[in-house]
């Protein structure tokens, strides 16, 4: 009898250290963030090499892209070539669709219609940077590099 209840104890133990594992796998399990391109209006919504993110620091991914300033908004989000879910970045939130130069907002990468909208006010060169370091959800900015 007690080695019935041993061997019952041994195999709970292995169970549930098992599905322990599981849940910390899950949430230590990272994305590989290197097939991301900044996609939008200027590339035909395709995965352009040259609009391929480059990773700048651990978790930081940007791209440069020359844009007009003709008064008209540019949308655009960043994804993989296949639009993979969870590799499809727009605005997590309403309040984050519209981004200005120097400010960042919020991304949800689980979206399918949410895509950021930037008008720029004078003609240059932009940088678009999404961060994933840290806690929450990732960070949008765009910058000008030239003007």
């Known amino acids: 009898m007690k080695k019935i209840g041993f061997v019952s104890t041994v195999i709970l133990?292995?169970?549930?250290?098992?599905?322990?594992?599981?849940?910390?796998?899950?949430?230590?399990?990272?994305?590989?963030?290197?097939?991301?391109y900044l996609r939008g209006v200027f590339s035909w919504w395709e995965a352009d090499e040259k609009y391929k993110l480059v990773e700048l620091s651990d978790q930081v991914y940007s791209t440069s892209i020359e844009l007009i300033a003709d008064g008209q908004p540019y949308d655009f989000k960043f994804a993989d070539a296949n639009w993979t879910p969870g590799m499809n970045c727009g605005?997590?939130?309403?309040?984050?669709?519209?981004?200005?130069?120097?400010e960042s907002v919020r991304s949800s990468c689980d979206t399918?219609?949410?895509?950021?909208?930037?008008?720029?006010?004078?003609?240059?060169?932009?940088?678009?940077?999404?961060?994933?370091?840290?806690?929450?959800?990732?960070?949008?900015?765009?910058?000008?590099?030239?003007?």
């Open 91 to 102: 605005y997590a939130n309403e309040s984050d669709k519209v981004i200005v130069v120097g």
């Open 112 to 147: 399918t219609d949410e895509n950021f909208r930037f008008t720029p006010t004078e003609t240059g060169t932009f940088q678009f940077t999404i961060n994933f370091s840290g806690f929450g959800a990732p960070k949008v900015s765009i910058n000008s590099i030239t003007n």
């Open 13 to 36: 133990a292995s169970f549930l250290s098992g599905c322990a594992t599981n849940v910390i796998d899950g949430l230590i399990k990272e994305h590989n963030y290197d097939g991301l």
